[in-house]
Structures are given as structure tokens and as C-alpha cells.
């Protein structure tokens, strides 16, 4: 049985996955070679920011020097921030669902940006309240695909929904990466097909286009209570 549901926060509630990568790209001008936006949202998504910047150096075996990773991500988050700060709108059908699901079911964030991050655009959408639980990039050491922030997204449910274990909870993902930690912990997931594409997206229970098109006949078919 589904007893909670726990979402993604970049690319399955707010339409922040082009801000990323347009930040990224312009404090990284010059170091190492930025993918394309779909190379991008194709291997990249679902890993937090301090993954991405390791993981491209890496790949291009350019080193990273004490303070370098601090520096770049200190520069990039005050580009993201300096966006966020005038407002950003949910995606679409994203607050309708919301509002839809949270009598019954309680929610958490998991995700892998910053916690102010998440609480800014959810402050502004008038949807902080709505989320019991935010596991932020802040509060494990882990990037996704590590099932840890799912599995703590879920433990932190639990004064909410007693006893809950990671197997009852549903994942709403969009990246390959998330989809890997959220089933890693057991979960059942839904995948929203926002910017996140190729084809070595692991299996999910089910798709959709926006939370527009989720129904409550589909999460009672997926266990809903």
C-alpha cells in the first residue's frame, strides 16, 4: 500500500532544470567543456551540484584544486539564486496535484538541490506547508543515485504516517538517476517526462507528461490508500 508520496523537486515541481544548467554553464565558461542541454538533461540530471562539477572534471580529467569546487559552486548558486529570487511558477497541474493528494496522503521533497532553493520557489508558490518532510542536498552526503535521501525522506514521514517504511512510499522522478535511488530504497515510482531523456532510463510503474495527467484511478491502481 501507498501511504506517502515523495516527489523530486528540479523538473517535477518547478521548471528549474534550464536555470541550472544556464548557471552552470556560465561559471564553468572555460574550465572544462559544458555538455549540450541534451547531453545535459540526458546523463546529468538527478546528481546535486557538487556531483555534476566532480563528475565533469573527472570525465575530462581536469583537477580540481583545494577551493576550486567551493569557489565554482559559490559563483553558481548566486547566478541560480539571483533568478529564483523574482519568482518562479510551479510546472504545470503541479499545484493542483498537490492540493489534490495532500488531505490524504503526506508528502516529502528529495531532491538535490539546495535547501534554500526548494523553500524560496515553494514559499512563493504558496506550497511550503504542503510538504511534511525536505530532503535537500544539504542533508546527505550522497548525490542520487544513492537511495539515502529516499530513505531519510521517508524515515522523517514517519511521526506523520507511524511505521512507515521506504516500500510504501511512491517516487515522482524525472531523471534516470532519481529513478535508480528511489528504486534502490524499495519504492514504487512515476516518472514525469519533463527534460529528462535517452533511453538508459531505468523501468517505472508509470509515465506522464506533467501531474496534470496523473489521476487519482491511477494512484489507487498503483496502492494509493
Do not use: W
Not at 60 to 72: S, Y
Not at 147 to 172: D, Q, S, V, Y
Request: hydrophobic letters at 45%.
Amino acid at each position: 500500500m501507498i501511504r506517502a508520496i515523495i516527489f523530486d523537486f528540479d523538473g517535477v515541481i518547478a521548471d528549474t532544470e534550464p536555470l541550472h544548467y544556464e548557471a552552470f554553464a556560465r561559471v564553468l565558461d572555460g574550465r572544462v567543456l559544458m555538455p549540450t542541454r541534451e547531453v545535459y538533461f540526458a546523463q546529468y540530471l538527478g546528481l546535486n551540484d557538487a556531483a555534476f562539477v566532480r563528475t565533469l572534471h573527472g570525465e575530462q580529467e581536469v583537477a580540481l584544486r583545494d577551493g576550486d569546487l567551493e569557489a565554482l559552486l559559490e559563483r553558481k548558486n548566486a547566478a541560480y539564486e539571483a533568478v529564483i529570487a523574482r519568482g518562479l511558477r510551479l510546472l504545470p497541474g503541479v499545484a493542483e496535484f498537490i492540493d489534490r493528494v495532500r488531505p490524504r496522503l503526506p508528502l516529502a521533497i528529495c531532491s538535490g538541490a539546495r535547501r534554500v532553493e526548494i523553500e524560496s520557489i515553494l514559499r512563493s508558490a504558496n506550497r511550503l506547508d504542503a510538504f511534511l518532510a525536505i530532503v535537500s542536498a544539504d542533508d546527505v552526503p550522497a548525490s542520487k543515485p544513492d537511495p539515502a535521501g529516499f530513505r531519510m525522506a521517508a524515515e522523517r514521514l514517519r511521526p506523520t504516517a507511524a511505521g512507515l517504511a521506504p516500500g510504501e512510499c511512491l517516487a515522482i522522478e524525472d531523471s534516470a538517476h532519481g529513478i535508480t535511488a528511489a528504486r534502490a530504497a524499495g519504492m514504487k515510482v512515476v516518472r514525469v517526462r519533463t527534460y529528462a531523456t535517452g533511453s538508459q532510463c531505468p523501468s517505472v510503474d508509470l509515465e506522464v507528461d506533467s501531474l496534470r495527467e496523473l489521476t487519482d484511478a491511477q494512484l489507487t491502481k498503483l496502492g494509493a490508500a
